[in-house]
C-alpha cells in the first residue's frame, strides 16, 4: 500500500511518498526546487538511503553543491553568464563568480505548487508546478514547468514537462543534480557509464568543441581516487541509458536511467566533490553553455511542450 504524508522541514512542506509495506519512500521538497531531498530503497528487505540530500534549513539555503537541485532553463554553465537569441544578447545573473558565469537555471531555488497527489495500490505521485513569468530580464520568455514524481515498487520515476505559454520561441535545457551515496567514501565503488565520449572543457569549465574518448568507466571500474566533473554525451537513439553505481560491500547496484532520443536526456554530468563521500549523477538534455554553443539546445514555439523521464531503482 501507497500513502503520501506532509511534514515539515524547518519553514518548508515536505512530501513524503511512501510505499508502507516495504518502508520505501522519497522525500521532497515543492518550495525549493521540488527537490527530492531523500531516497530510500530496498534490497532483500534491507533499507538503503541512497540520495546526499541537505539535512538542515540552512544546508539547503546555502545550497553549496545544488543538491537536487532542478536546473531549468539551462543546465551547467552559461560562459561569462551572456548569451545571444534571436539577434539579441542578454546577460544572467552571475552565480558563480569564481568563473564569472551563470550556473544551473534559474528555478534551483524556486518555490514549486502542489498540483496533484495521489495514491494508488502500486505507486504514489506528486504533481508540482512552477509558473515563470519574465522575473529575469535577461530571460524574458514565459513557462510553465512541471515535475511528476512517481514512487512504485520498481523505484522512483520523474517526468518533466516544459510548456511555452508566452508568444515568442524560448531556448532551453533541462537536467537534475543529483548526488547518490551509500556508507563512507565513493572511491570503493564501482562506476559503469553510458557513454564513452567525452566533452573536451577549457579551464573554465566551457566545451571547447572537442570531443575524446573515455572508456574507462564502460564497463563497471572501481573510482578509486579518479576525478570527475566531467560531462559525456550519449547515443542519441530512442532508448533508455543506464548509469550503474555499485556497492559490492553492501551488495547494492543504484541505477540512474535516462530517457534518449529527439529532445530526450542526450547528456550527462558527472561530478565527484573534493569530500568524495557521494557522486553527481546529473542527466542533462544539452551540453555545457548550450545557449552558446547549440549543443542540445531546444527551441520551444509557443504552446509548444518538452517532456521526459528520468528515474533511479536498485538492484
Not at 569530500?275 to 509548444?304: H, Q, V, Y
Request: aromatic share 10%; proline share 5%; glycine share 4%.
Amino acid at each position: 500500500m501507497f500513502k503520501i504524508q506532509k511534514q515539515r522541514f524547518a519553514k518548508y512542506t515536505r512530501l513524503k511518498l511512501l510505499n508502507t509495506e516495504t518502508k520505501e519512500c522519497a522525500c521532497i521538497i515543492p518550495e525549493f526546487s521540488a527537490n527530492l531531498n531523500t531516497l530510500i530503497l530496498t534490497k532483500n528487505k534491507k533499507s538503503h538511503s541512497i540520495i546526499d540530500g541537505d539535512k538542515t534549513y540552512d544546508a539547503l539555503a546555502k545550497n553549496r553543491w545544488f543538491k537536487s537541485r532542478k536546473l531549468f532553463p539551462y543546465p551547467n554553465r552559461i560562459n561569462n553568464a551572456t548569451y545571444t537569441f534571436q539577434k539579441k544578447t542578454y546577460s544572467l545573473p552571475v552565480n558563480f563568480p569564481a568563473q564569472n558565469h551563470a550556473i544551473h537555471g534559474l528555478v534551483y531555488n524556486k518555490n514549486f505548487e502542489i498540483k496533484k497527489t495521489k495514491t494508488q495500490a502500486q505507486s504514489a505521485e506528486a504533481e508540482l508546478q512552477y509558473n515563470y513569468k519574465k522575473e529575469t530580464p535577461a530571460y524574458p520568455f514565459e513557462f510553465q514547468l512541471k515535475i511528476k514524481y512517481t514512487l512504485t515498487k520498481k523505484g522512483i520515476s520523474c517526468t518533466t514537462t516544459v510548456k511555452n505559454t508566452g508568444k515568442e520561441k524560448i531556448p532551453m535545457g533541462d537536467g537534475w543534480h543529483p548526488y547518490f551515496k551509500t556508507e563512507g567514501k565513493i572511491d570503493n565503488l564501482m562506476l559503469k557509464l553510458p557513454s564513452k565520449t567525452k566533452i573536451n572543457v577549457n579551464k573554465k569549465m566551457i566545451p571547447t568543441g572537442k570531443k575524446e574518448i573515455f572508456s574507462k568507466f564502460s564497463e563497471p571500474a572501481q573510482i578509486k581516487k579518479q576525478e570527475l566533473d566531467t560531462g559525456f554525451i550519449l547515443p542519441k537513439k530512442e532508448g533508455i541509458a543506464k548509469t550503474e553505481l555499485h556497492d559490492k560491500k553492501q551488495d547494492i547496484k543504484i541505477i540512474i536511467w535516462q530517457e534518449t532520443g529527439n529532445r530526450k536526456y542526450n547528456y550527462l554530468q558527472v561530478f565527484i566533490p573534493p569530500e568524495r563521500t557521494s557522486i553527481a549523477i546529473e542527466p542533462m538534455t544539452c551540453s555545457t553553455d548550450a545557449f552558446n554553443n547549440k549543443e542540445g539546445l531546444i527551441i520551444l514555439n509557443p504552446n509548444d511542450t518538452f517532456s521526459a523521464s528520468y528515474g533511479i531503482c536498485l538492484k
